[in-house]
């Protein structure tokens, strides 16, 4: 057995159980979208689990706007209950009060190898860019909104 299935093998368990404990509503007939909404933030183990779920480009494209939600979910409880940061917004806006999309961002920025590489290669403007933002405004969304992504994948 190689090692990336005996890593399937543990992500799939690993998920199948988390999943199992989410208390999900009857209402919806998408499990996924049940799933999702389901989800709460308490420790990484909840964070980690989005994340994974977030691996697979066809599920977040199907899924975005209720992934958008969660994700944001998630970064307000990072920000504030594990970094006491309650003084920011979430999401960030720009100067014409455009709000971020952060989801669209965190995937881009890991696609082009995560933080420190798109830092280290400066494509933040490309990153704006490509999520339709102006090449000036990378640099903004390195320093307000990146960095915390950085953080919370470490």
């Known amino acids: 057995m190689s090692l990336n299935d005996v890593n399937e093998k543990y992500k799939e368990e690993y998920l199948n159980s988390y999943f199992e404990d989410l208390h999900v509503s009857s209402y919806e007939t998408d499990w996924s979208i049940m799933i999702i909404r389901a989800m709460e933030f308490k420790d990484f183990s909840d964070c980690k689990a989005l994340l994974e779920m977030m691996e697979d480009g066809k599920f977040v494209f199907q899924y975005k706007h209720e992934l958008e939600?969660?994700?944001e979910e998630m970064l307000q409880w990072f920000i504030t209950v594990k970094l006491g940061i309650t003084t920011r917004p979430i999401p960030s806006q720009m100067d014409d009060n455009r709000k971020i999309d952060l989801l669209s961002l965190y995937m881009i920025v890991e696609r082009d190898g995560g933080y420190r590489s798109v830092t280290d290669d400066n494509l933040w403007p490309v990153i704006a860019?490509?999520?339709?933002?102006e090449y000036k405004d990378g640099e903004y969304m390195r320093i307000v909104d990146a960095m915390y992504l950085d953080v919370l994948m470490l």
């Open 69 to 71: 939600m969660k994700f």
């Open 129 to 133: 860019k490509d999520i339709g933002y």
